[in-house]
Protein backbone atom coordinates (compact mmCIF):
# COMPACT_ATOMS: atom_id res chain seq x y z
CA UNK A 1 0.00 0.00 0.00
CA UNK A 2 1.11 3.37 -0.88
CA UNK A 3 1.72 5.79 2.11
CA UNK A 4 -1.30 8.60 0.15
CA UNK A 5 -3.57 4.87 0.52
CA UNK A 6 -2.35 4.38 3.81
CA UNK A 7 -3.13 7.62 4.80
CA UNK A 8 -6.17 8.16 3.25
CA UNK A 9 -7.70 4.69 5.09
CA UNK A 10 -6.28 5.62 8.33
CA UNK A 11 -8.13 9.19 7.92
CA UNK A 12 -11.40 7.15 7.00
CA UNK A 13 -11.24 5.04 10.03
CA UNK A 14 -10.68 8.37 12.23
CA UNK A 15 -14.19 9.95 10.85
CA UNK A 16 -15.65 6.57 11.11
CA UNK A 17 -14.72 5.97 14.54
CA UNK A 18 -16.03 9.18 15.70
CA UNK A 19 -19.06 9.25 13.51
CA UNK A 20 -22.37 9.50 16.14
CA UNK A 21 -23.75 7.61 13.10
CA UNK A 22 -21.55 4.67 14.30
CA UNK A 23 -21.98 5.19 18.00
CA UNK A 24 -23.48 2.65 20.24
CA UNK A 25 -27.10 1.36 19.27
CA UNK A 26 -28.38 0.63 22.83
CA UNK A 27 -30.75 3.36 22.06
CA UNK A 28 -30.76 7.23 21.80
CA UNK A 29 -30.26 7.71 25.58
CA UNK A 30 -27.02 5.97 25.10
CA UNK A 31 -25.82 6.95 21.88
CA UNK A 32 -22.44 9.41 22.58
CA UNK A 33 -21.93 12.06 20.51
CA UNK A 34 -19.68 12.53 17.82
CA UNK A 35 -16.27 15.01 17.50
CA UNK A 36 -14.32 16.24 14.89
CA UNK A 37 -11.10 17.77 15.14
CA UNK A 38 -10.72 21.59 13.77
CA UNK A 39 -7.02 22.01 12.71
CA UNK A 40 -7.48 25.82 12.35
CA UNK A 41 -8.20 26.33 16.22
CA UNK A 42 -6.75 27.90 17.74
CA UNK A 43 -5.37 30.30 15.49
CA UNK A 44 -1.37 31.27 15.52
CA UNK A 45 -0.08 33.35 18.97
CA UNK A 46 1.32 36.56 18.47
CA UNK A 47 4.56 38.39 19.63
CA UNK A 48 6.75 35.03 18.58
CA UNK A 49 5.35 33.13 21.77
CA UNK A 50 5.26 29.43 21.93
CA UNK A 51 3.72 27.12 24.59
CA UNK A 52 4.92 24.76 26.63
CA UNK A 53 3.26 21.98 28.16
CA UNK A 54 -0.60 23.02 28.04
CA UNK A 55 -1.10 21.47 31.71
CA UNK A 56 -4.72 23.28 32.17
CA UNK A 57 -7.77 23.94 30.06
CA UNK A 58 -11.01 25.64 31.61
CA UNK A 59 -14.02 27.38 29.56
CA UNK A 60 -15.39 30.58 31.06
CA UNK A 61 -19.36 31.66 31.62
CA UNK A 62 -19.03 33.43 28.05
CA UNK A 63 -17.39 30.35 26.27
CA UNK A 64 -14.02 32.08 26.61
CA UNK A 65 -11.23 29.19 26.71
CA UNK A 66 -8.60 29.82 28.93
CA UNK A 67 -5.06 27.88 29.07
CA UNK A 68 -2.16 27.44 31.87
CA UNK A 69 0.91 26.10 30.01
CA UNK A 70 4.60 25.44 31.22
CA UNK A 71 6.85 28.27 30.17
CA UNK A 72 9.50 26.02 31.88
CA UNK A 73 8.68 22.70 29.94
CA UNK A 74 10.40 24.57 26.29
CA UNK A 75 14.19 23.13 25.60
CA UNK A 76 16.28 26.22 25.23
CA UNK A 77 16.56 25.65 21.21
CA UNK A 78 12.76 26.56 21.13
CA UNK A 79 12.93 29.38 22.93
CA UNK A 80 16.60 30.89 21.03
CA UNK A 81 14.44 34.46 19.79
CA UNK A 82 14.85 36.23 23.83
CA UNK A 83 18.41 35.11 23.88
CA UNK A 84 20.73 38.26 23.20
CA UNK A 85 22.44 38.38 20.99
CA UNK A 86 19.35 36.11 19.00
CA UNK A 87 20.66 33.32 17.20
CA UNK A 88 17.74 32.26 15.29
CA UNK A 89 13.86 34.21 14.82
CA UNK A 90 11.77 31.87 17.06
CA UNK A 91 10.52 31.87 19.50
CA UNK A 92 9.73 33.37 23.04
CA UNK A 93 7.76 31.41 25.71
CA UNK A 94 3.89 33.17 25.98
CA UNK A 95 2.51 34.27 29.30
CA UNK A 96 1.92 31.34 31.56
CA UNK A 97 -1.92 31.79 31.21
CA UNK A 98 -3.42 33.05 27.89
CA UNK A 99 -7.38 33.13 26.99
CA UNK A 100 -9.04 32.72 23.51
CA UNK A 101 -12.52 33.33 22.05
CA UNK A 102 -14.22 30.53 20.43
CA UNK A 103 -13.09 31.61 16.88
CA UNK A 104 -9.56 31.05 18.55
CA UNK A 105 -8.43 34.66 19.16
CA UNK A 106 -6.76 35.50 21.87
CA UNK A 107 -7.92 37.81 24.11
CA UNK A 108 -5.53 38.01 26.91
CA UNK A 109 -2.42 36.50 28.65
CA UNK A 110 -1.02 37.03 31.73
CA UNK A 111 0.79 35.06 34.50
CA UNK A 112 4.02 34.35 36.44
CA UNK A 113 5.90 35.45 39.64
CA UNK A 114 4.53 38.56 41.19
CA UNK A 115 4.17 40.63 44.97
CA UNK A 116 2.10 39.74 47.20
CA UNK A 117 1.91 35.62 46.48
CA UNK A 118 3.49 32.27 45.35
CA UNK A 119 3.83 31.51 41.94
CA UNK A 120 3.90 27.38 41.26
CA UNK A 121 7.28 26.03 40.05
CA UNK A 122 4.89 23.88 37.85
CA UNK A 123 1.80 25.06 36.95
CA UNK A 124 -0.87 22.59 36.68
CA UNK A 125 -4.74 23.39 36.92
CA UNK A 126 -6.78 26.16 36.06
CA UNK A 127 -10.02 26.82 36.69
CA UNK A 128 -12.64 30.04 36.32
CA UNK A 129 -15.52 30.11 38.75
CA UNK A 130 -19.04 31.74 38.12
CA UNK A 131 -18.51 35.16 39.98
CA UNK A 132 -14.83 35.32 37.53
CA UNK A 133 -12.30 34.03 39.51
CA UNK A 134 -9.41 32.50 37.93
CA UNK A 135 -8.15 29.67 40.21
CA UNK A 136 -4.51 27.83 39.68
CA UNK A 137 -2.86 25.08 40.64
CA UNK A 138 0.58 23.68 40.33
CA UNK A 139 2.77 20.66 40.94
CA UNK A 140 5.88 21.39 41.32
CA UNK A 141 8.03 19.91 44.40
CA UNK A 142 7.34 22.89 46.85
CA UNK A 143 3.77 23.83 45.49
CA UNK A 144 1.62 23.62 48.89
CA UNK A 145 -0.70 26.17 47.68
CA UNK A 146 -3.70 27.78 45.55
CA UNK A 147 -3.58 30.85 43.95
CA UNK A 148 -6.89 33.22 43.13
CA UNK A 149 -7.05 36.32 40.66
CA UNK A 150 -9.23 38.64 38.50
CA UNK A 151 -9.56 37.78 34.76
CA UNK A 152 -6.73 40.01 34.04
CA UNK A 153 -4.49 38.57 36.60
CA UNK A 154 -4.86 40.48 40.32
CA UNK A 155 -4.10 38.52 43.11
CA UNK A 156 -6.89 37.90 45.19
CA UNK A 157 -6.21 35.28 47.68
CA UNK A 158 -3.51 32.48 48.66
CA UNK A 159 -4.30 28.89 50.27
CA UNK A 160 -1.00 27.18 51.88
CA UNK A 161 2.33 27.91 51.80
CA UNK A 162 4.73 26.84 49.28
CA UNK A 163 7.18 23.97 51.10
CA UNK A 164 4.60 23.75 53.89
CA UNK A 165 3.07 21.02 54.42
CA UNK A 166 2.64 18.32 56.59
CA UNK A 167 0.93 15.42 54.78
CA UNK A 168 -2.41 14.31 53.70
CA UNK A 169 -4.65 15.54 56.60
CA UNK A 170 -2.69 19.42 57.10
CA UNK A 171 -6.12 21.63 56.91
CA UNK A 172 -3.66 24.42 55.83
CA UNK A 173 -1.72 23.48 53.55
CA UNK A 174 -2.04 21.56 50.03
CA UNK A 175 0.97 19.31 48.13
CA UNK A 176 0.49 19.97 44.95
CA UNK A 177 -2.63 20.31 43.89
CA UNK A 178 -3.70 19.11 40.77
CA UNK A 179 -6.86 20.53 39.53
CA UNK A 180 -10.23 22.12 41.09
CA UNK A 181 -13.69 23.14 40.92
CA UNK A 182 -15.47 25.98 42.64
CA UNK A 183 -19.47 25.75 43.67
CA UNK A 184 -20.01 29.45 44.43
CA UNK A 185 -23.24 28.61 45.72
CA UNK A 186 -21.93 27.21 48.78
CA UNK A 187 -18.79 28.97 48.65
CA UNK A 188 -16.76 25.96 48.41
CA UNK A 189 -13.86 25.33 46.38
CA UNK A 190 -13.03 21.64 46.17
CA UNK A 191 -9.70 20.67 45.57
CA UNK A 192 -7.69 17.46 43.94
CA UNK A 193 -5.21 17.50 46.45
CA UNK A 194 -3.03 15.67 44.71
CA UNK A 195 0.70 14.88 43.69
CA UNK A 196 1.76 14.96 47.20
CA UNK A 197 -1.33 14.63 49.18
CA UNK A 198 -4.10 11.57 48.58
CA UNK A 199 -7.41 13.46 49.21
CA UNK A 200 -10.23 16.43 48.57
CA UNK A 201 -9.82 19.01 50.43
CA UNK A 202 -12.75 21.84 50.59
CA UNK A 203 -11.96 25.40 51.58
CA UNK A 204 -13.98 28.64 51.58
CA UNK A 205 -13.77 30.18 48.37
CA UNK A 206 -13.58 33.69 49.66
CA UNK A 207 -11.51 33.28 52.93
CA UNK A 208 -9.41 29.96 52.29
CA UNK A 209 -10.32 28.64 55.40
CA UNK A 210 -10.44 24.89 55.69
CA UNK A 211 -13.85 23.25 55.54
CA UNK A 212 -13.24 19.16 55.13
CA UNK A 213 -11.30 16.31 53.40
CA UNK A 214 -11.42 12.97 52.44
CA UNK A 215 -9.88 9.57 51.22
CA UNK A 216 -10.78 6.98 48.67
CA UNK A 217 -14.01 5.41 49.93
CA UNK A 218 -14.40 8.46 51.70
CA UNK A 219 -11.89 7.46 54.63
CA UNK A 220 -9.32 9.34 56.31
CA UNK A 221 -6.56 9.62 53.90
CA UNK A 222 -2.73 8.46 55.02
CA UNK A 223 0.47 9.34 53.42
CA UNK A 224 2.27 5.39 53.71
CA UNK A 225 3.85 3.77 50.98
CA UNK A 226 1.95 2.09 48.72
CA UNK A 227 2.73 -0.68 46.27
CA UNK A 228 2.38 -0.33 42.40
CA UNK A 229 -1.14 -0.54 40.75
CA UNK A 230 -1.41 -3.88 39.75
CA UNK A 231 -5.01 -4.98 38.21
CA UNK A 232 -4.87 -8.86 39.51
CA UNK A 233 -5.03 -6.92 42.71
CA UNK A 234 -7.66 -5.85 44.74
CA UNK A 235 -8.49 -1.78 44.27
CA UNK A 236 -6.33 0.19 46.90
CA UNK A 237 -8.11 1.47 49.92
CA UNK A 238 -6.22 4.96 49.48
CA UNK A 239 -5.70 7.28 45.92
CA UNK A 240 -2.92 6.55 44.24
CA UNK A 241 -0.91 9.26 42.99
CA UNK A 242 -2.27 11.77 42.04
CA UNK A 243 -5.32 12.89 42.77
CA UNK A 244 -6.04 14.26 39.46
CA UNK A 245 -9.01 15.98 39.23
CA UNK A 246 -12.45 16.55 40.94
CA UNK A 247 -15.71 17.49 39.12
CA UNK A 248 -18.74 18.64 40.33
CA UNK A 249 -22.01 17.26 38.83
CA UNK A 250 -25.32 19.01 38.94
CA UNK A 251 -27.38 16.97 41.60
CA UNK A 252 -24.50 17.47 43.80
CA UNK A 253 -22.15 14.18 42.99
CA UNK A 254 -18.39 14.96 43.52
CA UNK A 255 -16.30 13.12 40.71
CA UNK A 256 -12.62 12.24 41.44
CA UNK A 257 -10.21 11.26 39.04
CA UNK A 258 -7.68 8.28 40.95
CA UNK A 259 -5.64 8.01 37.91
CA UNK A 260 -2.96 5.78 39.13
CA UNK A 261 -5.77 3.11 39.89
CA UNK A 262 -7.65 3.48 36.39
CA UNK A 263 -10.75 4.64 38.11
CA UNK A 264 -13.72 7.41 38.91
CA UNK A 265 -14.62 7.40 42.47
CA UNK A 266 -17.86 9.26 42.84
CA UNK A 267 -19.15 10.96 46.26
CA UNK A 268 -21.78 13.46 48.07
CA UNK A 269 -20.51 16.89 49.02
CA UNK A 270 -20.03 15.75 52.58
CA UNK A 271 -17.18 13.26 51.23
CA UNK A 272 -19.46 10.30 51.54
CA UNK A 273 -18.64 7.12 48.95
CA UNK A 274 -21.02 6.58 46.39
CA UNK A 275 -19.78 4.67 43.86
CA UNK A 276 -16.76 3.95 41.65
CA UNK A 277 -15.32 2.61 37.83
CA UNK A 278 -12.82 1.74 36.21
CA UNK A 279 -11.79 2.83 32.86
CA UNK A 280 -9.29 0.46 30.90
CA UNK A 281 -8.09 -1.24 34.25
CA UNK A 282 -5.11 -2.88 32.70
CA UNK A 283 -2.97 0.30 32.20
CA UNK A 284 -0.31 1.03 34.03
CA UNK A 285 2.16 3.96 34.07
CA UNK A 286 0.24 7.09 34.63
CA UNK A 287 -2.80 5.62 34.69
CA UNK A 288 -5.72 6.13 32.32
CA UNK A 289 -8.22 8.64 33.57
CA UNK A 290 -6.09 11.92 33.94
CA UNK A 291 -9.29 14.09 33.72
CA UNK A 292 -13.00 14.11 33.04
CA UNK A 293 -15.90 16.58 32.65
CA UNK A 294 -19.68 15.65 32.59
CA UNK A 295 -21.74 16.37 29.19
CA UNK A 296 -24.03 19.60 29.63
CA UNK A 297 -27.73 17.68 28.44
CA UNK A 298 -29.85 17.62 31.37
CA UNK A 299 -29.25 14.42 32.91
CA UNK A 300 -25.27 14.38 31.78
CA UNK A 301 -25.45 11.23 31.08
CA UNK A 302 -22.29 11.20 29.45
CA UNK A 303 -18.83 11.28 31.00
CA UNK A 304 -15.40 12.45 28.42
CA UNK A 305 -12.58 11.58 29.84
CA UNK A 306 -8.62 11.79 28.59
CA UNK A 307 -5.78 9.11 29.08
CA UNK A 308 -2.21 10.53 29.05
CA UNK A 309 -1.09 7.23 29.09
CA UNK A 310 -2.70 5.33 26.19
CA UNK A 311 -2.96 8.97 24.20
CA UNK A 312 -7.07 8.36 23.53
CA UNK A 313 -10.29 10.01 24.84
CA UNK A 314 -13.17 7.96 25.61
CA UNK A 315 -16.92 8.56 26.06
CA UNK A 316 -18.51 6.81 29.46
CA UNK A 317 -21.92 6.28 30.42
CA UNK A 318 -22.14 7.84 33.64
CA UNK A 319 -24.82 5.95 35.27
CA UNK A 320 -22.75 2.96 35.08
CA UNK A 321 -18.96 3.72 33.99
CA UNK A 322 -19.48 1.54 31.10
CA UNK A 323 -16.87 2.93 27.97
CA UNK A 324 -19.19 3.78 24.98
CA UNK A 325 -16.81 5.42 22.19
CA UNK A 326 -13.15 6.43 21.99
CA UNK A 327 -11.22 9.03 19.53
CA UNK A 328 -7.69 9.95 19.07
CA UNK A 329 -4.33 7.49 19.37
CA UNK A 330 -0.75 8.84 19.83
CA UNK A 331 0.51 11.06 17.46
CA UNK A 332 1.42 14.35 16.40
CA UNK A 333 -0.90 14.74 13.70
CA UNK A 334 -4.94 17.36 14.44
CA UNK A 335 -6.89 14.80 16.46
CA UNK A 336 -4.32 12.50 17.73
CA UNK A 337 -2.86 13.09 21.29
CA UNK A 338 0.72 13.24 22.63
CA UNK A 339 -0.16 12.76 26.35
CA UNK A 340 -3.23 14.34 26.61
CA UNK A 341 -3.71 16.05 29.95
CA UNK A 342 -7.12 18.34 30.54
CA UNK A 343 -10.26 18.08 28.99
CA UNK A 344 -12.83 21.44 29.49
CA UNK A 345 -16.24 22.12 27.52
CA UNK A 346 -17.98 24.90 25.88
CA UNK A 347 -22.01 26.04 25.94
CA UNK A 348 -22.29 23.80 22.69
CA UNK A 349 -20.75 20.91 24.04
CA UNK A 350 -17.35 21.08 22.39
CA UNK A 351 -14.23 19.68 23.83
CA UNK A 352 -10.63 21.12 24.28
CA UNK A 353 -8.04 18.80 25.13
CA UNK A 354 -5.06 20.17 26.31
CA UNK A 355 -0.83 18.01 26.25
CA UNK A 356 1.85 18.04 28.30
CA UNK A 357 4.75 16.14 27.81
CA UNK A 358 6.26 16.54 23.80
CA UNK A 359 2.28 17.51 23.41
CA UNK A 360 2.61 21.00 23.95
CA UNK A 361 -0.51 22.25 22.58
CA UNK A 362 -4.43 22.65 22.96
CA UNK A 363 -6.94 20.87 20.37
CA UNK A 364 -10.79 21.59 19.80
CA UNK A 365 -13.04 19.12 19.30
CA UNK A 366 -16.35 20.40 17.93
CA UNK A 367 -19.59 18.25 18.81
CA UNK A 368 -21.43 16.55 15.73
CA UNK A 369 -24.53 15.97 16.78
CA UNK A 370 -27.79 18.15 18.46
CA UNK A 371 -28.46 16.58 21.41
CA UNK A 372 -26.63 18.35 23.70
Known amino acids: MSAL ?6 LLALLLFASPALAHEAGSEDRPPGFEVDPHWPKPLPNNWI ?4 AGVAVDKRDHIWIVHRPSSLQERQVLAGRVPQ ?4 CIA ?15 A ?6 GYEWPQSEHGI ?3 AEDNVWLAGNGPRDHQLLKFSLDGQFRLQIGRAGASTGSNDTANLNRPADLEVDVATREVFVADGYGNRRIVVYNADTGAYIRHWGAYGERPHDNPLPAYDPAQPLSRSFGSPVHCVRLAREGLVYVCDRANDRVQVFRRDGTFVQEFQVARETRLNGSVADLVLSRDEGQRFIFTVDNT ?18 GRMGRYAGQFMVPHNV ?8 YISEVDTGQRVQRFRRMDQNR
Open 5 to 10: AWWRSG
Open 51 to 54: FGQV
Open 87 to 90: PAIC
Open 94 to 108: APPVLVFDMSGNLIR
Open 110 to 115: WGGPGQ
Open 127 to 129: YVD
Open 310 to 327: NSVARIVRRRDGEVLASF
Open 344 to 351: AQDSQGNL
